[in-house]
């Protein structure tokens, strides 16, 4: 079993959190590859943390095997912030050893260290995995269904 430490990301991941966002986008969900520049453009926004942080797991010999991202935002109902897990990835290799509920632990105390008044995420319906993951980590199936809309769409109709 790998040991891995979880800290928040630096400029020095750059390149491997890269490569493992890629593998995440591209492969795991097999989105299409987003441009370049802005895929560093949000690696270097959350590096600012001031709408989001990552969080790496990394094996002792330096090597980055997973990362977790919150993003920042307000929740009008609780009349406070939030904080909203967009993603946890673990590269396939080191599942079910540990370091996805490291991130995910590490996520959870950030938001409660920083006073946000909810940690929420979402996964894909058929992610039976990360449910049973989430379902183990106390996480709650909430009410609330999610929607979203590509606004580029149906403009000018």
């Not at 609780?78 to 946890?88: F, G, T, V």
């Not at 995910?104 to 996964?123: E, I, P, Q």
Request: glycine share 8%.
């Amino acid at each position: 079993m790998t040991q891995v430490t979880i800290r928040e990301a630096t400029t020095q991941d750059i390149p491997q959190l890269r490569t493992l966002m890629l593998a995440y986008i591209v492969d795991f969900y097999e989105y299409r590859r987003p441009e370049d520049e802005k895929l560093d453009s949000l690696i270097h926004l959350l590096l600012e943390q001031k709408e989001g942080v990552q969080f790496v797991a990394e094996t002792e010999e330096g090597v980055l095997v997973g990362f977790a991202t919150l993003y920042f935002t307000y929740s009008t109902l609780r009349a406070s912030k939030i904080a909203i897990m967009n993603d946890l990835y673990v590269i396939e290799a080191e599942r079910g050893q540990g370091a996805a509920q490291k991130l995910f632990v590490a996520c959870k105390g950030y938001a409660a260290r920083n006073g946000y008044a909810n940690l929420s995420w979402t996964t894909h319906k058929e992610n039976f995995r990360a449910q049973k993951f989430y379902d183990k980590m106390g996480g709650e199936l909430g009410e609330w269904l999610s929607y979203s809309i590509n606004p580029t769409i149906g403009l000018g109709d």
